[in-house]
Structure formats: C-alpha cells, structure tokens
C-alpha cells in the first residue's frame, strides 16, 4: 500500500532532528495552508511540508465552490436573508444520517465570520447570483444554489442559496489557491515542498514529530505543539479505495493525484478512529440544467430521484442503487433551453421520433419508457409531480423528437467516443475528530500533538455531499487546527 512503513517511530529512536518549530503542517491544499496561516498567526513558529514541488493540493483542481451562509454580505447583496440555523437545518439533511452536529452549528453559527476571513486574505467572491442548475457557472457570479429549493430539503429549511463561488474564470480552486499560497508567502511560515512525510515521532502516547522524505534524504522535523495532518483524502490509493469504499472502485478520480491516505494511515498506526470510509462525492457525468428539464432513469426506464436536487445526490443515487447505468431522456425543446454555455459541448447520444424507438436504441425493456414518460406527462402538464416532487419550474410535458444521454460516456462530445465510467469521485470518510481538530482515538480521546483538517477527515460529512462543504470545512477547520496546535 505504501512504499514504507507508517508505523509511528519512538522519540528514543530518532538520531538527530533536523528541524525544529512548535508546529508541523503537513500538506498544503486548502485546509493546510488555513491551518498553517492561523497557527503563524497565533505566534507559532510553523512548517509546512508538501510532498509536491508546490502548493495547490486537490483544492487547486475544484469548482471553488464554498457552502457558506447565516447572512454573507454576498447573500445580502444579492438579497436573500439567510440564517445559521435554516442553513444548519438544510446540511443535516444534505450531508445525510449521522453528520457530525457538534460540528455542524459551529460552522454554520460561524459562516458569516469564515466568510469575512476569507475575504480579508484576499479571496475574491463577486455579489451576484448565478440562478440556474450547473456544476460551474459558465460566469463568474459568485452565488449559486445547491439544491437547497428541492424537495425535501425546501420543506425541512428556508432556501437560500448558499453557494460561494471564488470569482473565477472557469474552475474557482486554482484561484483560491494562489491567493492562499500568496498569504502563507507573505508570511513567517516556512514551506518545504518535494518532501513526504512518511512516519509520526512519538514519545509515549504523544505526537512529537515526524520523519519525511526529501529526495533521497531523510529529514526529522520536531513538533514542540503540535503536529496538524492536511493530507486529503484517500481516492487515489485504490488498496484503501477496495477496503473501505468498494463503490467507488475503478471511477476516475478528482484530485491532483496525491490523495493516497498516507495521513489518514499515519494517524491509525497512531491509534486513530475513522469515520464514514465508505462516503464519497459522485461526480456524475451529466448536465445538470439537461437533467433538470427532462428526467433521469435507471435500466428499466424508471426515474429514482428528482432531478432538481443537488447532482451530487443525483450521483450517490445512480451509483449506488444503479451502477452509474442511468440515462437522461429530454426533449429538443428542453436541450435548446440550455445555454450553449452551460452544455460543455454534451449532444444526446440517442435520438428518435417516439418514446418506443428511443427505448429501442437505448436497449430498455418494451414499454419501460413509454409508461414512465406518459406518466410524467401526464403530471406535468398541470405543474404536478406526485412522484418525486420536483419543483414546478423544471415541469412540462416531454414532446417528440426525444433524446437520452448515457452518463457513463461522460461529459464529452459523443464524437469522442469512449467511456468514462459516468462520473468522477473522491473520497469524504477519513479521521474522527473534535472541533478543534484533535484526532481522537477509538476511545474517543485525543491523541495528544495530533490534530487534523480536510479531507483526511470525515469533517462535517456523514454520508451525503453537498458542493462547496469540502473546501468550506477544509478551510474553517483547518484554521482551528492551527489556533488549537499553536495554543497547546
């Protein structure tokens, strides 16, 4: 699994240490660089260790998304009123059973707080709305909905979108992370990049160090406070992928190809509990403002899920009650509506004149199709969805000629040809922490010196993503790891 031993090494074996400060991160990514700005902070003498040869991490590669909320001066600017406690309401149902709620009222009581943060380090969010369904507006609007007027979740909290979008052209990570990489730059912080750290220092039951890898040499950094794990998560080490989360094996991954699990092995060896390892985000290969016109069915024709909810869900779903064998079916009308903008270049795989020739093509049993589209229709046409529930706006009858997208070839023009197995994950299970960060042990104790953030915790996640609560959690817990780490 890993090219060396994680097992922890005890103080009296370390020879000499090469390194000294009162706090260790390791990885930057987003949570790393937020840990080791608030620890400098706090007065922290601080390394950050980076096994590439520079920042970014897997945040680097996001949308840019951040779920923040309670009343953020974008919220306000684009008038809506929102409050930590609808916004809390909505993530316990999004992020599904068992999502940490201790940790889920801070960080919606704080939202408006992270925000601010955020912005005063410079990260640019534009006070406009973006008001239809995507992954990525094809604009820089920096307000976007995540599913929060869909059923059931506009019944359970007040919708508000909460969204923040970095200002960005395309992707938002890349933008983010030049603008934390430049704070982290500007201050006392040290990086040491090319260098991966592949076990812990203990003295006793204490986290004291590590020993990492730099090129060819072995270096030993001591921790005085504290050592904080910024590793993300494991999607990328496929053994630990067929361990905990099976589902998830053979899908191409979203990451910058470091999310081995090394930190998440390292704190174990440790003798640190993990939660939820079998969660992840599916990334599925649709188009949402297609999806949301039209409808989305399993094998045998039947629609599982209303489409107006978060993608993300949409995926979870077709993924783990279908195998990612799903399709989109909508019509010309409903694929015209999209902007060309919002299409990333998807045409319908499969065209016909009638519901029985599409069914047909796409190779569903005789009358699947036709019964499940004459009942939608049925419904639609007076504004209704008896089934799913999906909100009235996204509701009217399908018409001739019809079309269906197979999610499983991706989201590339059908002349491309191929497959990419419908979607693209990573992996949101990972070490059980407290809210400062303290990695707890299968007692639920800290472990002391040892502290966390990001993806190589399950954070705020049970089993349910929603987009923008892992580059939101990444940051606003790994700042408390560092104040945490700094004070100790």
């Not at 068992?98 to 009581?109: F, S, T, V």
Request: aromatic residues 8%; hydrophobic residues 40%.
């Amino acid at each position: 699994m890993f090219s060396s031993s994680v097992r922890p090494v005890p103080q009296a074996h370390v020879p000499v240490v090469e390194h000294e400060v009162d706090v260790i991160v390791v990885g930057f990514g987003c949570a790393g660089a937020a840990a080791a700005l608030e620890a400098d902070a706090a007065g922290a003498s601080t390394v950050l260790l980076e096994q590439r040869s520079g920042g970014g991490g897997s945040s680097a590669h996001s949308g840019g998304e951040m779920y923040l909320g309670g009343g953020t001066a974008v919220q306000r600017a684009c008038g809506f009123d929102d409050t930590a406690e609808e916004m809390q309401k909505f993530l316990s149902a999004a992020l599904g059973p068992d999502a940490d709620q201790e940790k889920l009222g801070l960080y919606c009581r704080d939202s408006v707080a992270h925000f601010e943060w955020l912005v005063d380090h410079g990260v640019p969010f534009k006070p406009s709305l973006w008001d239809s369904p995507t992954w990525v507006p094809p604009t820089d609007d920096g307000l976007m909905w995540m599913g929060e007027r869909a059923h059931p979740f506009a019944e359970i909290a007040v919708p508000a979108p909460r969204g923040h979008r970095v200002t960005a052209d395309g992707f938002g990570g890349k933008v983010l992370m030049k603008v934390l990489g430049e704070r982290v730059a500007e201050s006392r912080v040290q990086v040491h990049t090319d260098t991966t750290v592949q076990r812990l220092i203990m003295d006793g039951d204490r986290v004291v160090g590590v020993v990492a890898r730099h090129f060819n040499e072995t270096v030993h950094y001591r921790a005085r406070r504290g050592v904080i794990l910024t590793t993300g998560g494991f999607a990328d080490n496929p053994e630990m992928v067929n361990q905990h989360a099976p589902a998830l094996v053979g899908l191409p991954v979203n990451s910058d190809g470091g999310d081995d699990g090394r930190g998440i092995a390292l704190a174990q060896a440790a003798g640190a509990a993990v939660r939820h390892m079998s969660a992840g985000q599916v990334g599925i290969s649709l188009i949402p403002g297609m999806a949301i016109r039209g409808m989305v069915v399993d094998p045998q024709g039947r629609r599982f899920i209303n489409e107006d909810v978060y993608p993300g869900l949409i995926g979870q779903a077709a993924l783990f009650k279908h195998g990612l064998k799903v399709w989109v079916i909508l019509d010309e009308k409903a694929y015209e509506e999209v902007p060309e903008a919002e299409r990333w270049g998807v045409r319908p795989h499969f065209v016909a004149e009638t519901i029985e020739e599409l069914e047909r093509e796409i190779g569903m049993p005789d009358g699947a199709l036709v019964t499940t589209i004459a009942e939608y229709n049925r419904h639609a046409a007076s504004g209704d969805d008896p089934y799913f529930h999906k909100e009235s706006t996204w509701l009217r009858p399908l018409e001739s000629p019809f079309a269906a997208i197979d999610v499983r070839r991706g989201i590339v023009p059908p002349e491309h040809g191929g497959s990419t197995g419908g979607a693209e994950v990573f992996t949101t299970g990972g070490l059980r922490t407290t809210v400062d960060g303290e990695v707890l042990d299968l007692d639920e104790t800290p472990i002391p010196g040892l502290y966390a953030a990001g993806r190589a915790t399950s954070g705020l996640h049970s089993w349910g993503y929603i987009s923008g609560t892992s580059l939101g959690d990444g940051t606003f817990f790994g700042r408390r790891a560092g104040v945490a780490a700094a004070g100790a």
